[in-house]
């Protein structure tokens, strides 16, 4: 978790006054863009291991996070936001019917969020924007390794999926008329209808800085 925060840290520090082009431009461009950063979890966390020792995990509470979008200005103030992202949460090993596997646990977000600019009238050097929406969150329980000699079935792997909310904010800085900076928080609240790993409840806190191209 320090880590998310001094990923918001770097942004603050270094904004400084942006010439008055870059904003002016910024207010009226699209987005399209990389972020990556934590993702620490807010729900459940799977068991280590079971008593009979046919599984074990080493599930992180916060992992690597990385997420591609585009964003598409409606009007100065708002935007509509599409991304998609992959969190890889942890190794798996499992044995069923003397089968040996050993995989990951994968969760993929695909989100469409509205993105508010309240301080566009007022044109200052940084912009914070609020988001708000939701999408499908999907997870995997992948078999990368097994002692199955019919491996093409994917026997062994698990999924689950989930249309939830997604809110969070973050703050924006134009660097030129075509690049800008940004450091961005999102809460995702995933409820998975059935349990992936003995755990249904996978709410994460996403903090990312990201790269830009504007136009």
Same mark, same amino acid.
């Given at each position: 978790?320090? $880590?998310?925060?001094?990923?918001?840290?770097?942004?603050?520090?270094?904004?400084?006054?942006?010439?008055? =082009?870059?904003?002016?431009?910024?207010?009226?461009?699209?987005?399209? @863009?990389?972020?990556?950063?934590? =993702?620490?979890?807010? @729900?459940?966390?799977?068991?280590?291991?079971?008593? *009979?020792?046919?599984?074990?995990? $080493?599930?992180? %509470?916060?992992?690597?996070?990385? *997420?591609?979008?585009?964003?598409?200005?409606?009007? #100065?103030?708002?935007?509509? %936001?599409?991304?998609? &992202?992959?969190?890889?949460? @942890?190794?798996?090993?499992? /044995?069923?019917?003397?089968? !040996? !596997?050993?995989?990951?646990?994968?969760?993929?977000?695909?989100?469409?969020?509205?993105?508010?600019?309240?301080?566009?009238?007022?044109?200052?050097?940084?912009?914070?924007?609020?988001?708000?929406?939701?999408?499908?969150?999907?997870?995997? /329980?992948?078999?990368?390794? +097994? +002692? !199955?000699?019919?491996?093409?079935?994917?026997? &062994?792997?698990?999924?689950?999926?989930?249309?939830?909310?997604?809110?969070?904010? &973050?703050?924006? =800085? #134009?660097?030129?008329?075509?690049?800008?900076? %940004?450091?961005?928080?999102?809460?995702?609240?995933?409820?998975?209808? !059935?349990?992936?790993? +003995?755990?249904?409840?996978?709410?994460?806190?996403?903090?990312?800085?990201?790269?830009?191209?504007?136009?």
């Amino acid at each position: 978790m320090r $880590s998310g925060y001094f990923f918001l840290f770097i942004l603050v520090v270094f904004v400084g006054a942006s010439p008055s =082009w870059a904003q002016r431009d910024f207010n009226a461009q699209h987005q399209a @863009g990389a972020r990556l950063g934590v =993702w620490s979890n807010r @729900g459940g966390i799977p068991p280590s291991s079971d008593s *009979e020792g046919n599984f074990e995990s $080493s599930i992180k %509470e916060e992992c690597f996070y990385i *997420e591609g979008y585009y964003a598409h200005r409606i009007f #100065p103030p708002v935007m509509i %936001e599409g991304s998609l &992202g992959i969190v890889n949460r @942890g190794s798996v090993s499992f /044995r069923e019917d003397e089968i !040996n !596997n050993v995989g990951n646990l994968l969760l993929y977000t695909i989100l469409i969020q509205a993105k508010l600019y309240p301080l566009v009238p007022l044109k200052t050097k940084i912009q914070p924007y609020l988001t708000f929406g939701g999408g499908l969150y999907y997870g995997r /329980r992948t078999v990368q390794f +097994t +002692t !199955n000699s019919a491996y093409y079935q994917h026997y &062994g792997e698990k999924t689950a999926s989930d249309f939830g909310l997604a809110f969070g904010g &973050g703050i924006d =800085w #134009p660097l030129s008329k075509v690049l800008g900076l %940004e450091a961005s928080a999102k809460y995702m609240l995933i409820h998975f209808p !059935n349990t992936l790993l +003995t755990v249904r409840t996978y709410d994460a806190l996403a903090i990312c800085v990201g790269l830009k191209y504007l136009y």
